[in-house]
């Protein structure tokens, strides 16, 4: 039968509930269990797909085409384990869900109410993860213990344990344990209440993992384990990492968390030995040297908002044995300081994706600059249309190109609506997403980096390159290099008389692990690597 663990947090949001539960299943998935991740978000809305990143950060998108939030980023980074579209839940789902089945009347006129309607619904969202040869499904929920959102999810999981047997249910509850300087002391009262808060619903966690600055007193742990009514072995203590998160695992080993788990379910388990990522730890914390590499973007200031861009090119460094240096730079800055002045210490160009006219010039203006010095470039998704857009200009002379998306009157729409999308009206879930095939152009950049012809990527975009303007661009040395078959769109393009210029419509930092770094990252790292060390 199939175990279930429910990953909860309390006192603050923000803890790492996405990196702890990412890696409780790199650990079970390397002591010999086929495990699933999901993610309920207490949130009103249906998806991620609409919201600011400013508010969400991005949104991670699955190979079946599903917005999602971004701890899925963190799921399959750690496990390289597809998520799909039972892997991310959101209470406007659910509740949107109930209201359609009581409009169509699958309720038989009665009457519809939080419980059990929609906490069945969420429990039907929970066995949804599981497949015939799951072992173990974990599942986060968003959000903090004592939100209101979120009480109908963690009722929704008290039930669970009845329905398939508490034996077969492991709680997790993550927590804070603040320091206090001008006390000088640990305090536990903040995990004694948000524990207390789990207690009244009906919850009583098996496993207390307490985010700390510092290491936990054996007499602070003996006070956790007392009050919050949790064996001590099983107060787990999550300390700040020194270099990176993907040594977060090698902590909860450190308490033997597989084997806490493994007692708890009554699963066999084997010691995880974890040597690929042994080996990327002792290199992070051992460079052969350091690289810079600017990110040119409208959400700079934000972590989040280009969470796996930032992933991405970290495991690029790790592939070369390099740390990276990333510089945050805004796009508006260039607009008014210029290129050169914010870009001159940088050693490769990134341009990501984005929405809104915002920004857009000094995104153009910086793939300028690496264009015409020289400077490796990688652009993703609205990163390639600037590229298109920089080339039209710059080099075929048609001064007043842009994209339909943000000028209808360019007399060069180089990037223009799909056919198919101009009758859309509902923005949520209609851009082509998920993963399509791109065809490799032989001898291309594109295709040394992927050592394939043929491979599939993850969309998440509305404008394309206009084909009409092809032969235009090839003639100018604009090389396509990748194209979907099915349609004819163009997925890549490249310069030929250019160290690394790339730029692809799709989105391949989603596809980059740490230990298996993607092509494109891996290639674009080397190249600007070696433009550091040359200059």
């Not at 972590?303 to 945050?328: C, P, R, T, W």
Request: charged fraction near 25%; hydrophobic fraction near 35%; include cysteine.
């Amino acid at each position: 039968m199939t175990k279930y663990i429910f990953i909860t947090g309390g006192v603050i949001s923000s803890l790492g509930k996405g990196l702890t539960a990412a890696s409780i299943g790199l650990i079970l998935k390397e002591a010999g269990l086929k495990i699933k991740l999901q993610k309920f978000d207490p949130y009103l809305n249906i998806d991620p797909g609409t919201m600011n990143p400013y508010q969400h950060g991005e949104v991670y998108v699955t190979y079946d085409g599903t917005e999602t939030d971004l701890d899925l980023g963190h799921y399959e980074r750690f496990t390289d384990i597809d998520a799909d579209f039972n892997s991310n839940f959101t209470a406007g789902w659910i509740y949107n869900e109930v209201i359609n089945a009581e409009r169509k009347g699958e309720f038989l006129g009665g009457t519809i109410q939080v419980i059990p309607h929609i906490t069945n619904k969420i429990n039907e969202c929970v066995r949804k993860a599981a497949t015939r040869n799951t072992d173990v499904v974990i599942s986060e929920i968003g959000g903090t213990v004592g939100d209101i959102e979120g009480l109908p999810f963690l009722e929704a999981i008290r039930q669970f344990s009845h329905d398939v047997g508490r034996e077969n249910v492991c709680y997790i509850h993550l927590t804070l344990v603040p320091y206090i300087k001008v006390a000088g002391e640990i305090k536990t009262k903040p995990t004694q209440q948000s524990v207390g808060r789990l207690r009244e619903i009906g919850i009583i966690p098996d496993i207390l993992i307490a985010r700390t600055d510092r290491k936990l007193t054996k007499a602070a742990r003996k006070k956790i384990s007392l009050f919050c009514n949790v064996d001590e072995k099983c107060v787990v203590e999550e300390k700040d990492v020194d270099h990176s998160i993907y040594e977060v695992p090698f902590i909860l080993m450190e308490y033997n968390i597989h084997k806490l788990i493994g007692k708890r379910l009554n699963l066999k388990v084997r010691k995880p030995r974890l040597t690929q990522w042994r080996n990327m730890i002792h290199n992070i914390i051992n460079p052969a040297g350091e690289v810079n590499i600017a990110v040119v973007g409208k959400y700079s200031e934000l972590q989040d908002a280009y969470k796996s861009i930032y992933e991405a090119l970290y495991h690029g460094g790790f592939a070369s044995g390099y740390k990276v240096n990333i510089m945050k730079v805004f796009a508006e800055k260039i607009e008014k300081q210029g290129a050169k002045k914010l870009l001159k210490d940088a050693s490769g160009i990134l341009v990501p994706g984005g929405f809104g006219q915002r920004g857009l010039q000094g995104k153009i203006k910086a793939i300028q600059y690496a264009r015409e010095n020289s400077i490796p470039f990688f652009g993703i998704c609205l990163g390639m249309q600037c590229a298109v857009i920089e080339f039209a200009r710059n080099v075929l002379k048609f001064r007043k190109a842009d994209t339909t998306e943000q000028n209808k009157k360019t007399p060069y729409p180089v990037i223009s609506l799909l056919e198919e999308q101009k009758q859309v009206k509902n923005l949520g879930g209609t851009m082509r997403l998920g993963a399509y095939t791109c065809r490799l152009k032989k001898g291309s950049k594109a295709s040394a980096a992927y050592r394939a012809g043929i491979v599939k990527e993850r969309h998440r975009h509305r404008y394309e390159f206009n084909n009409a303007y092809k032969k235009q661009f090839q003639k100018a040395g604009l090389i396509i290099s990748g194209i979907e078959p099915k349609r004819n769109l163009v997925e890549i393009v490249e310069l030929r008389d250019h160290p690394w210029f790339i730029a692809c419509q799709f989105h391949p930092e989603f596809k980059s692990r740490p230990t298996n770094a993607h092509p494109l990252f891996r290639d674009f790292l080397k190249t600007s690597i070696e433009n550091s060390t040359s200059s």
